[in-house]
């Protein structure tokens, strides 16, 4: 009877390195697709917070206005979605305007469903009355 088949080790890294290597590919497309995605919610975030400032320098941008220039500062990111909801609020003299936005980025790896990062961003404007 021959049993050398079972202690023979030739072959073994071969075979450890082609179950593995697909796995660390996959991880490794995982940490550049959510750097990638990280950076864009950042940079969308920036976008709201400098639209934001605008918006308290400058009295009369309604709400459509800070919309188009929100969609300007972030026409370079297609794939980003966002709402934007307003609310104006009276504290004593001063006006301030809420303005909360919701983006919304996919993920995508190769063979997965999109994975959806959600993010609120919230700023409070004052405003003059």
Do not use: N
């Not at 490794?28 to 320098?57: D, N, P, Y």
Request: aromatic residues 10%.
């Amino acid at each position: 009877m021959r049993t050398g088949w079972l202690t023979d080790r030739s072959g073994a890294s071969a075979m450890e390195a082609a179950i593995l290597m697909p796995v660390f590919a996959v991880l490794l497309m995982a940490a550049a697709a959510f750097g990638q995605a990280f950076f864009v919610v950042g940079s969308a975030q920036w976008a709201v917070e400098r639209t934001a400032r605008e918006l308290m320098i400058d009295g009369a941008l309604t709400e459509a206005a800070f919309e188009e220039r929100l969609r300007e500062l972030t026409s370079r990111f297609s794939a980003i979605d966002y709402d934007v909801s307003y609310s104006d609020i009276l504290y004593g003299e001063v006006r301030v305007t809420e303005v909360s936005t919701m983006l919304r980025y996919p993920v995508r790896l190769p063979g997965f469903e999109p994975i959806w990062i959600h993010h609120r961003v919230e700023i409070h404007a004052p405003r003059g009355v």
